[in-house]
């Protein structure tokens, strides 16, 4: 009977865990925003464009990923292009 248990306790718990992973990182988010101006915001931006950029160049789905972040952080497809456009044009994707 405990191993019928723990087969249905092990994904209950692990949907959870991700559950409460989700919830923590949409506190944290609203936490920053609130924190933060949307100034800061973009400058923190600026900082992720530089960390993807470290290895001379920032792919696609680099770019695809900090532009989720700028719509998270509640910041404008624009804020987010021109933060893209601080990195020399050979070093950042199409």
Request: hydrophobic letters at 40%.
């Amino acid at each position: 009977m405990d191993q019928g248990r723990e087969y249905i306790e092990s994904p209950v718990s692990a949907a959870d865990s991700r559950v409460h992973r989700y919830d923590d990182r949409l506190r944290l988010t609203r936490e920053f925003i609130d924190m933060t101006t949307a100034s800061d915001r973009a400058q923190f931006l600026d900082l992720l464009f530089a960390v993807a950029n470290a290895d001379g160049f920032f792919s696609e789905e680099e770019f695809v990923e900090i532009q989720r972040i700028g719509r998270n952080f509640m910041l404008s497809s624009q804020t987010v292009y021109e933060a893209k456009m601080k990195i020399p044009r050979e070093q950042r994707a199409k």
